[in-house]
T-cell receptor, first 115, second 116 residues
Framework: DSGVTQTPKHLITATGQRVTLRCSPR?????VYWYQQSLDQGLQFLIQYYNGEERAKGNILERFSAQQFPDLHSELNLSSLELGDSALYFCASSARGIPSGNTIYFGEGSWLTVV | DQQVKQNSPSLSVQEGRISILNCDYT??????FLWYKKYPAEGPTFLISISSIKDKNEDGRFTVFLNKSAKHLSLHIVPSQPGDSAVYFC???????????????FGKGTKLSVKP
């Protein structure tokens, strides 16, 4: 158990709909990251938040948005869903620390299926 | 354009032998490298890492080698055990220079099968 909690574990929704994925980081971790893993791709970095503020942005579509709340949990909002958005979405967290000791701990992921 | 490449989608090894998983990268600014292991229906779990100031890091049965001139790293597992069967992801970070703490760039993974 990594200490990172993601809900829901599985979600099936129709094209054009909107969903929200939730993540609770490990206790004490200030950074939250979102990654997408689709069938033919590795883990694609989407976005990072640090203590409530956006820190880094990766290959995140404009239809997607995220935020980190004061209690440090994060939500990833996916809207106008398309079939190609079907993927496993991972949340990860890390503590603030020196870069050489920095590691990221992943949740179990949220499976999103768009039909 | 993939910055981190794992060119072998799969690898099969006999129990007790050495497993060698390879990873190449293109961005010479990467300064921190990690290996993650992923079992089905679970999130990736951190395995071992190496800073660009080192060329080797060892942790039990796992050793990571870094060749900066070749932009290549490898993970050695000795001896391999059936429980090591999983997908292994190589990842790189611009921890020092990119200002994006933990913004990891992952390869597509190599599925390791260790046969009894």
């Amino acid at each position: 158990d990594s200490g990172v909690t993601q809900t829901p574990k599985h979600l099936i929704t129709a094209t054009g709909q909107r969903v929200t994925l939730r993540c609770s980081p490990r206790s004490g971790d200030l950074s939250v990251y979102w990654y997408q893993q689709s069938l033919d791709q590795g883990l694609q970095f989407l976005i990072q938040y640090y203590n409530g503020e956006e820190r880094a942005k990766g290959n995140i579509l404009e239809r997607f948005s995220a935020q980190q709340f004061p209690d440090l949990h994060s939500e990833l909002n996916l809207s106008s869903l398309e079939l190609g958005d079907s993927a496993l979405y991972f949340c990860a967290s890390s503590a603030r620390g020196i870069p050489s000791g920095n590691t990221i701990y992943f949740g179990e992921g949220s499976w999103l299926t768009v039909v | 354009d993939q910055q981190v490449k794992q060119n072998s989608p799969s690898l099969s090894v006999q129990e007790g032998r050495i497993s060698i998983l390879n990873c190449d990268y293109t961005n010479s600014m990467f300064d921190y490298f990690l290996w993650y292991k992923k079992y089905p229906a679970e999130g990736p779990t951190f395995l071992i890492s190496i800073s660009s100031i080192k060329d080797k890091n060892e942790d039990g049965r796992f050793t990571v080698f870094l060749n900066k001139s070749a932009k290549h790293l490898s993970l050695h597992i000795v001896p391999s055990q059936p429980g090591d069967s999983a997908v292994y992801f190589c990842a790189a970070s611009l921890a020092f220079y990119g200002g994006s703490q933990g913004n990891l760039i992952f390869g597509k993974g190599t599925k390791l099968s260790v046969k009894p």
